[in-house]
């Protein structure tokens, strides 16, 4: 019987015990999402037995700490916890045609659709990386053999201003080509003419075969400098920009098919139309040797990248920017017109604005009696800095 009482009595404390519990799981204050108010007192006894411990924990109930960074992470700038913009920071990030140099000297930041407007402009205060990869596929039409040629271009652009009216902007170029030539067949062939110059090819035909190797190295470096005034704006929105100066070619290449072996010199001009919509323009280069190597070919080259962008989103456009090559030092047909399609889109990696974009083209009208590009496939990376950020740029 005394055994009986105790099971029973056990059982009691059982029971209330669970009857107790289910009322404390019954409190919707320890639902994730609400705040419960009657948890601190709830750890009184544990808080007495391991002070030390629970000092260093955070409490457990309360889950505002740990929804606060969530929204802090969702909301918009300025919002929710977010940075606070000022009124004129605002009124800057609404305007998509504020200038970037106004916005930073307010300490305010611009949008990545504003820094992907001030990259469209060729000629607008920005410093930009150019990294660019070519595959082209070159033909032979003289044999029919194809081959594939690489090229890796690089370009540091970056605006001087000179007074409130005109800047310089600036462009180093440098290549670093891969040719499907051998240089080593090519210098066998070199100086067996009077004057150790290159034999013409009999018959058209060359007596070594071209595509039989690779050469691989770095290229000749140019300068193109254009001189440009603030952008006219247009009635209707949009705005055209110009830019007028020279270029300047050093015969830097490590090898001699991978270069022109001359030193060269020219005029350069540029012009461009920045609609809400579309971006069209050209930059025209004309190159003409005035020194360098004695066996090497004359320079005369005029090459004039055409561009057409339309953009699908205030970051993202679709277009390609071509280059036409005319080479009038070569007999017969003279130039390479090619037309492209590709997609481009600026994203932010950071705090530094990163363009990225993919052509293909295919040059519908190629010369017939010489080596030629029949078609080629481009990529390219641009990461850019507003020119506001150096003062040695302003």
């Not at 909301?75 to 916890?81: K, T």
């Not at 930041?109 to 504003?114: E, H, V």
């Not at 605006?159 to 030539?181: A, F, G, Y």
């Not at 003419?193 to 090819?201: I, N, Q």
């Amino acid at each position: 019987m005394v055994k009986a009482r105790v099971n029973f009595a056990s059982a009691l404390i059982a029971l209330l015990s669970l009857l107790y519990l289910g009322q404390a799981l019954a409190d919707d204050s320890i639902i994730p999402g609400r705040v419960a108010q009657e948890a601190p007192e709830s750890l009184q006894l544990a808080s007495s037995l391991y002070p030390a411990s629970l000092e260093a924990l955070p409490d457990p109930f309360d889950t505002r700490a740990d929804k606060l960074p969530w929204l802090i992470g969702q909301a918009p700038e300025g919002e929710g916890g977010g940075e606070e913009l000022s009124p004129e920071c605002a009124a800057y990030q609404a305007d998509p045609d504020a200038n970037i140099g106004e916005i930073i000297k307010a300490g305010c930041k611009p949008t990545l659709a504003q820094m992907s407007a001030l990259m469209d402009n060729p000629l607008g205060n920005v410093a930009m990386l150019f990294t660019q990869f070519d595959i082209f596929v070159m033909k032979d039409d003289r044999t029919g053999r194809e081959d594939t040629q690489y090229n890796y271009m690089g370009i540091a652009q970056f605006p001087k201003k000179l007074n409130d009216t005109w800047s310089l902007i600036n462009r180093v170029i440098w290549n670093v080509p891969s040719l499907p030539l051998s240089q080593s067949k090519i210098n066998d062939f070199v100086g067996t003419g009077p004057g150790g110059e290159f034999l013409e090819p009999e018959d058209g035909v060359l007596p070594i075969d071209i595509f039989s190797g690779r050469t691989t190295g770095f290229g000749d470096m140019y300068y193109v400098g254009l001189f440009t005034p603030q952008p006219k704006k247009l009635d209707g929105g949009g705005a055209f920009a110009w830019g007028v100066g020279f270029d300047v070619g050093a015969d830097t290449a490590s090898r001699d098919i991978l270069g022109t072996g001359k030193l060269t010199a020219g005029p350069s001009l540029l012009g461009v139309y920045l609609g809400p919509t579309w971006k069209v323009g050209a930059l025209v280069t004309h190159y003409k040797d005035f020194e360098g190597k004695s066996y090497a070919n004359d320079v005369n080259l005029t090459n004039l990248q055409y561009f057409v962008f339309r953009s699908i989103s205030p970051t993202t456009a679709i277009g390609a920017a071509p280059n036409i090559i005319c080479n009038w030092e070569a007999s017969g047909d003279n130039c390479t017109v090619p037309i492209g399609i590709g997609v481009s889109t600026t994203v932010q990696m950071g705090k530094v604005p990163v363009r990225f974009g993919a052509e293909f083209m295919y040059s519908v009208i190629q010369p017939d009696d010489q080596l030629s590009t029949k078609w080629n496939f481009r990529f390219y990376v641009i990461p850019s800095a507003p020119s506001a950020l150096f003062d040695w740029m302003n």
